[in-house]
T-cell receptor, first 111, second 113 residues
Framework: DAGVIQSPRHEVTEMGQEVTLRCKPI?????LFWYRQTMMRGLELLIY????????DSGMPEDRFSAKMPNASFSTLKIQPSEPRDSAVYFC?????????FGNGTRLTVT | RKEVEQDPGPFNVPEGATVAFNCTYS??????FFWYRQDCRKEPKLLMS???SGNEDGRFTAQLNRASQYISLLIRDSKLSDSATYLC??????????????FGTGTRLLVSP
């Protein structure tokens, strides 16, 4: 039973570069969430989708961040251009009314 | 005021001890509450839901106090494997079918031999 799958696990990039994070939710789940976790701010909800439609993107920090969900089995979170303050662990999670199931996360370091 | 607040700890306890964490929330209309556990460099995982009447799962007991707007987690007979960060989670909205969960920053527990 595959869980939420995220890629890459680690990403190191230079300031100004574009970064794309990927997520495959659990099959049958109709909601998908992108979170960012830092020591200072904890887990912050960036955006969530229901049935592939963005419902609330109020947590997206600024226009440099964008997210898409072209179909029920795939979502991307893009940062362009990246900045050092974007360094964090980015989690994708999915659910179908029940508890959230998180992926392993992508640890992003922007130098 | 933060929507969900927790004491970051760490709580250092010996094996076998009983330890309790509290978490306060600001939205009195919040409907659902959870405790998640997060191990170092891992993803959060659901530990237990918190029901109005309180609930128990083995060594773990969760309580909800709506009047004072806090939830608690009690761990009895602590094990080394309980060492982790415990995240308090609140759904501040009415039940719309969407779980826009708000996470606390977590309480770190260290259980020593």
């Amino acid at each position: 039973d595959a869980g939420v799958i995220q890629s890459p696990r680690h990403e190191v990039t230079e300031m100004g570069q574009e970064v794309t994070l990927r997520c495959k939710p659990i099959s049958g789940h109709n909601s998908l969430f992108w979170y960012r976790q830092t020591m200072m701010r904890g887990l912050e909800l960036l955006i969530y989708f229901n049935n592939n439609v963005p419902i609330d993107d109020s947590g997206m920090p600024e226009d440099r961040f964008s997210a898409k969900m072209p179909n029920a089995s795939f979502s991307t979170l893009k940062i362009q251009p990246s900045e050092p303050r974007d360094s964090a662990v980015y989690f994708c999670a999915s659910n179908l009314r029940g508890p959230l199931h998180f992926g392993n996360g992508t640890r992003l370091t922007v130098t | 005021r933060k929507e969900v607040e927790q004491d970051p700890g760490p709580f250092n306890v010996p094996e076998g001890a009983t330890v309790a964490f509290n978490c306060t929330y600001s939205n009195s209309a919040s409907q659902s509450f959870f405790w998640y556990r997060q191990d170092c460099r891992k993803e959060p995982k659901l530990l237990m839901s918190v029901y109005s009447s309180g609930n128990e799962d083995g060594r773990f007991t969760a309580q909800l106090n709506r009047a004072s707007q806090y939830i608690s987690l009690l761990i009895r007979d602590s094990k080394l494997s309980d060492s982790a960060t415990y995240l308090c989670v609140v759904n501040p909205r009415q039940n719309t079918g969407f779980q826009k969960l708000v996470f606390g920053t977590g309480t770190r527990l260290l259980v020593s031999p």
